[in-house]
């Protein structure tokens, strides 16, 4: 098993993904101005990071040698890669706003084949920080919830990457005119439930990676 181009990070991109993670999970509970503040800073560390993963994994070939690996194998390995490259292209375009909640129809593949998709890689991979930005992606797929419909819905009704300098007076003013307030509080909890659940399946896929010899995961998944 050779990689054609490997993806390398340095010990600060480990670093970077547990505080993305940790932004993301503690700054939506924290109330107030909060979650949006740590969450600018938590998803552009997670674009960076991903953009790193996406980059490295786009760049990389895999060829294999041994009669054990299915070339099915392989290219169900490239196909979940290319589906996380997807999602990464999806949020560095679209970028999210702080504490909104999206449809999930808007998401480049089914929600849960993406969250598959980086369990397994997370299962596959032994890389730290492969393992923290995968982690911080899957947690942010709780945002995109169904039947949202095509609008965000929004906690405050204010773009608040953009408030510096915003009069507070026309602030209050946009808030008390925010017209999804009360559908955002009917998806919050929805969305803090997956939340969990999600930490806890990511948790699982990198415990059940630690666990599987070096030979099972190239049957599996080829590299």
Known sequence: MTFAKKSTFGPRWIAIGLVTIGALFVGWRAGGPWPAI??????????????????????????ASGKD??????????????MIANFGAFIEEHPLQPTDIYDQGTLPHPKDVLLDAMLLELTRTNDATEQSTLQAGAMLLARFQPGVGPTPLSQLGVDLTKMDGLDPTVLVKMIAANSTAAAWEKFKSAVDA????????????????KMMPAEKKLQIFGT
């Not at 991903?50 to 490295?56: A, Q, S, T």
């Not at 690996?69 to 290319?82: D, Y």
């Open 38 to 63: 740590s969450f600018v800073v938590a998803t552009t560390v997670f674009y960076t990071a991903l953009g790193k993963y996406v980059d490295g994994r786009r760049r990389t070939s895999i060829t």
């Open 69 to 82: 690996i299915s070339p099915s194998v392989l290219e169900q390995t490239a196909a979940r890669r290319n």
């Open 194 to 209: 997956e939340e969990l659940s999600i930490l806890a399946k990511t948790r699982a896929a990198i415990d059940l990676g």
